[in-house]
């Protein structure tokens, strides 16, 4: 059994990935892969996770994981997707880092599972953006702990790697940029479910038209009609220039609420989250996704 898990980070996908793969079960069913997402981390997951100093809680978690798989052996490969398996919002921003716990808790996984290969799926975000909205998500007492004990500037998504890979190195870790996502989404999905690059989702570019105009809506149809699924440079390129065409002000640009945070911080973090992603994908146990 292979599982995969995709946690994430928050205020990334907000269930979509769950979304595409409910809309192509089908696909999934005929290429023995089953998936859950928010209600079986909540009910069955979530408190061994967050109490994972207790042994008998290992063993809790991989038999809550068994019981949701079918006995008949038709599964092979499951996906288990919530940005709570990183750790609660609370944890997002703490310790000077982003999530500090995401290792400890994705080894405590990898033991769980012993004898199941572990995939691990993080779409990353600009910090910029990222910052303040986890910020603004805390209670009034945290925010204000992470504002005292935290130098925002320092915190990079490298770190976060880095400590998964020292506390969980068979993992395997396959990343990529949030804002890349309406771009690649279908090639998220077949990569969660290791199926081939030519096979076509339901869906596929549901997330891309629907931040785009008419117009570029219209393009995407006509294209797709003849390249169903995005496997040649060009219809990329073609996809690429739509959405940098037609993409909608209201659908991409996000309102940041966090006091003092203005467009000087967002354009120096812009710069480090390029020279983040650029280092990324230099490691060669790291897959990265992208257009």
């Not at 709570?84 to 080894?107: C, H, K, N, W």
């Not at 990222?130 to 935290?150: K, N, S, Y």
């Not at 771009?183 to 891309?208: H, S």
């Amino acid at each position: 059994m292979q599982v995969v898990i995709h946690a994430g980070v928050a205020f990334t996908d907000e269930d979509r990935i769950f979304g595409l793969l409910r809309d192509n079960a089908e696909a999934m069913s005929n290429h023995s892969v089953a998936f859950w997402g928010a209600r079986v981390f909540r009910r069955q997951f979530r408190t061994a996770l967050n109490e994972r100093d207790h042994g008998s809680n290992r063993e809790i978690l991989r038999s809550s994981f068994m019981d949701l798989v079918p006995n008949d052996k038709t599964v092979t490969r499951t996906i288990l997707t919530n940005p709570g398996y990183l750790g609660p919002i609370q944890t997002s921003i703490m310790d000077g880092q982003f999530y500090p716990l995401a290792g400890e808790r994705v080894a405590f996984m990898e033991d769980a599972f012993e004898g199941m290969p572990i995939e691990l799926f993080l779409g990353l975000r600009n910090p910029g953006s990222f910052i303040p909205m986890a910020v603004m998500a805390q209670t009034d007492a945290d925010r204000q702990r992470v504002l005292a004990e935290t130098d925002l500037s320092c915190l990079s998504w490298l770190t976060l790697i880095d400590n998964i890979r020292d506390l969980a190195p068979d993992v395997r870790i396959t990343l990529w940029r949030n804002e890349d996502s309406p771009l690649i989404w279908g090639d998220i999905a077949r990569a969660m479910a290791a199926l081939p690059d030519n096979t076509p989702l339901n869906g596929e570019y549901a997330l891309l038209s629907s931040l785009v105009s008419e117009a570029g809506r219209a393009e995407i149809e006509a294209l797709t009609a003849e390249r169903p699924v995005p496997i040649d440079a060009d219809t990329r390129l073609e996809l690429s220039r739509i959405f940098e065409t037609y993409a909608l002000p209201e659908a991409i640009e996000e309102e940041l609420d966090l006091p003092g945070w203005n467009d000087d911080i967002i354009a120096a973090f812009n710069e480090l989250y390029e020279q983040d992603m650029d280092v990324l994908q230099t490691m060669s146990d790291v897959r990265f996704l992208k257009p």
